[in-house]
C-alpha cells in the first residue's frame, strides 16, 4: 500500500517521534560497522637509506586474488618523500595466505638528505576486499647504521 506523498502529517506526542528513533537507532547500529581503522606503528629508518614502510597484497580474505590495493597518502612526511611501487610477490610462510604468489602495492620512505630525526607519515589502504585502515607511521631517521631486517631496507619490494 502506498502512502500519499503530499499530505501533510502535523503530530506530537510519542508516535511523532517514532521514526526519528527508529532512525537514530540504525545509525547507532551502523555506526560501527562504518568506523574505519586506525593502526599506528613506529619504524626506524636509517640515515640517506630508503626502507620499506608498508606493503599490501592484492588477496582477498579468503586467499583469492582481488583488485590491487589503493593506498592514499592522508599526510606525506614533512623531512622525506614517498616512493610507491608494485610488484609481485610470494607471501610468507607465516601469513594468512601462505606461500601465495600475490600482486602487491609497497610505499617507501626515503629520508632528506643528511637528515637524521622524528618523521611521519598518515596513508589510508583499501585493502582487495574493500576494508579501509588508516595507518600512522612514527618514523626515527636514525645515524646510517646496519638495518636489522634488510629486506626492509633498500629498494626492493
Partial sequence: MDLPTTAKRQSTGPIAALP???AAAWLCLAGPALAQTTVTKSETVPAGKQAR??????????????????????????SGSLITKAGKLKTPAKYRCPN?????????????????????????IKNADGETEKRDIRITVGKDEKSKDEKKSGTDL
Fill in 20 to 22: 526519528a528513533a527508529f
Fill in 100 to 124: 601465495k604468489d600475490a600482486e602487491v602495492q609497497a610505499i617507501f620512505y626515503q629520508p632528506n638528505s643528511g637528515y637524521t630525526g622524528a618523521d611521519g607519515v598518515v596513508v589510508e
Fill in 53 to 78: 614502510l608498508v606493503i599490501v597484497p592484492n588477496l582477498k580474505k579468503d586467499c583469492s586474488a582481488g583488485p590491487m590495493p589503493e593506498i592514499k597518502v592522508v599526510t606525506p612526511p614533512k
